[in-house]
Each structure stands twice: as structure tokens, then as C-alpha cells.
């Protein structure tokens, strides 16, 4: 006679998903108000989770409770596992009903993603698309510490967990004042390297993006406003104080409209890659993937 050992399964999702909230918010009590449980059913289930495991998976500091190296084998492995459970009930649904968690470079969430997401949920009315926009650095930070699925960027900076895949192009424009000294005719390298400039924060995949292009082929750049904001430059910009350098597909409605000119220069064309951001270790789930296809204009 064969002996079956016991085999039954300790940890259930419910605990699981405590956890990749507790990771995320760094307390019980962020974690209960995320996933709408109480704080003491959060902390019981987390309890269960690290005594089926044999293991804690929080240092505690204070009354933070941060990842220690057993939290961190485990959240990505437990965040597939939620994802999974997740789209065996779309199967059932015929819906995506996992929520999916973006983050997006300004130039891409301002400009770019807006009508894609509409697009998105239009065609998948019980999807949600919770999307964060931040600077380049931030997109890849939080996608190599995922607090989100995918990432949108712009520039060229990457990380040892993150792979990038090429999306689509952009192009940088100049742009200036309808009444600036240098709109109407080609500027030369001199008179842009003479002028005074409104440009991103050095974080930013457009501020990166200008340096590389323009400290080509200028020896100086005479910055003298450094914004977070696209919106803000183009006001700037707008109201004489300097020229900026942008995006295209952020200034082409202003550019139309006559609010702001693109200087013609005898500099080269600058294009640029925008690419998705996605976790080396974090295979993606259906609506991930198939939100990736509907942003390249596939069909899932």
C-alpha cells in the first residue's frame, strides 16, 4: 500500500493578496483600506500567510513594515498568481476584469494614452485602466519595483529588470513665440546656442532626449526655467520667455492653433523610440498583453 503524504495547500489567495498590498502600502492598515478588508482580518491573514511559510516577509521598523529577502522572492510570484486567478474568471466573465496598472512618461500619459485607454474601455467596458504619470525614472522605477504592469516611456533609460520593447517614434520640435527674435527663418547653431531655453527636468525622457540631440551640435545651452510640466514650458515658451524643445505630438494642437511656431534650424531631424516597459521576471498576463496589441494597433 502507497502512503499519500499530505500534500493539501496551506496558503490561499485571499492571504496572497494581503500580502502584495501590505508590500505595497507598508503597513496592515494601508493594505486593509486597498483591498477593502479590516485591519485585523489584513493582519490575521498576513500572520497565516508567514506561519504556512515557515518564514517572515516584513522587517519591521517602526510601524512600516518593508520587504525583507523572503517578501521580495515571494511579491513576484504571488502578483502572477493574483493575475492568473484573476483571468479564470474572465473566462467565465468574457470581460478583462483585472484591473490593469500603468504608468506613462508625461509627453506619452498626456498626449499619447488618453484616447488609447477611451479606445480600450469602449471596446472592454468592465476593464479598468489605472494609470499614473510620472517622469521617465519614475515609470522605471515603479515598473522594476512592480507597483505597476507596464510602463510607457520615452527615453533611454532602462534597469537590470526591466526590458524595454519598442512601441512607436516621436520627434523633437523647437518651438518658440510667434514674436521671437528667431521665428521666420532658419536659426543657426550660434543664435540657438546664444539663446535662452525653457526645457523638462533633467529626469525627464524629453529633457534627456534634448540634451542628447541639441549638445550634438551646440557647445552651450543657456537653460533658464527647468519645468515638470509640458504645459507650463508651452505657456512659458508662449509668453516669449524662451525657446523649448518638445515633443511634436504634445505641441501640434498650440502649433495649429498659432500659439506657438517651430523654428526651422539646419539641425538634423530628431527622432526618438517611445517603448513599453515591462518586468524581466513578470510574465504577462491577458490583459496586459492584450492592451499592449491594442496600443500597437494589433489585433489581440
Known amino acids: 500500500m502507497i502512503e499519500k503524504s499530505d500534500q493539501r495547500l496551506r496558503m490561499n489567495l485571499r492571504q496572497l493578496e494581503v500580502f502584495v498590498a501590505t508590500a505595497h502600502e507598508g503597513t496592515t492598515r494601508g493594505a486593509a483600506d486597498r483591498i477593502a478588508r479590516s485591519q485585523s482580518a489584513a493582519s490575521a491573514a498576513l500572520a497565516e500567510l ?7 516577509l516584513f522587517d519591521r521598523v517602526g510601524r512600516r513594515l518593508l520587504l525583507n529577502e523572503n517578501g521580495r522572492a515571494l511579491l513576484p510570484r504571488a502578483r502572477v498568481l493574483l493575475e492568473q486567478a484573476a483571468e479564470l474568471q474572465e473566462l467565465f466573465s468574457g470581460a478583462h476584469a483585472a484591473p490593469l496598472h500603468v504608468a506613462a512618461s508625461f509627453t506619452i500619459g498626456e498626449y499619447l494614452l488618453p484616447g488609447l485607454v ?104 543657456d537653460v533658464a526655467f527647468e519645468l515638470g510640466s509640458t504645459e507650463a514650458i508651452k505657456r ?51 490583459t496586459a498583453t492584450d492592451f499592449i496589441a491594442h496600443c500597437t494597433g494589433a489585433v489581440a
Do not use: Y
Open 50 to 56: 508567514e506561519a504556512v511559510l515557515g518564514a517572515a
Open 118 to 221: 477611451a479606445e480600450w474601455t469602449r471596446a472592454h467596458p468592465h476593464s479598468r485602466v489605472r494609470l499614473r504619470i510620472a517622469n521617465t525614472s519614475e515609470v522605471i522605477d515603479a515598473v522594476a519595483g512592480f507597483a505597476v504592469d507596464l510602463g510607457f516611456i520615452e527615453g533611454p533609460q532602462t534597469h537590470p529588470d526591466v526590458v524595454l520593447r519598442p512601441w512607436r517614434s516621436d520627434e523633437l520640435v523647437i518651438v518658440a513665440a510667434p514674436d521671437h527674435a528667431l521665428a521666420g527663418r532658419p536659426a543657426t547653431t550660434r543664435q540657438l546656442a546664444d539663446a535662452t531655453w525653457v526645457l523638462r527636468e533633467p529626469e525627464s525622457g524629453t529633457r534627456q532626449a534634448t540634451d542628447s540631440w541639441l549638445l550634438a551640435h551646440l557647445d552651450r545651452l
Open 236 to 286: 512659458l515658451v508662449a509668453a516669449g520667455a524662451g525657446l523649448g524643445c518638445l515633443s511634436r505630438q504634445a505641441v501640434a494642437q498650440t502649433l495649429a492653433e498659432g500659439g506657438l511656431v517651430e523654428l526651422k534650424t539646419r539641425l538634423p531631424v530628431a527622432e526618438r523610440r517611445l517603448a513599453v516597459a515591462t518586468h524581466r521576471h513578470r510574465p504577462l498576463g491577458r
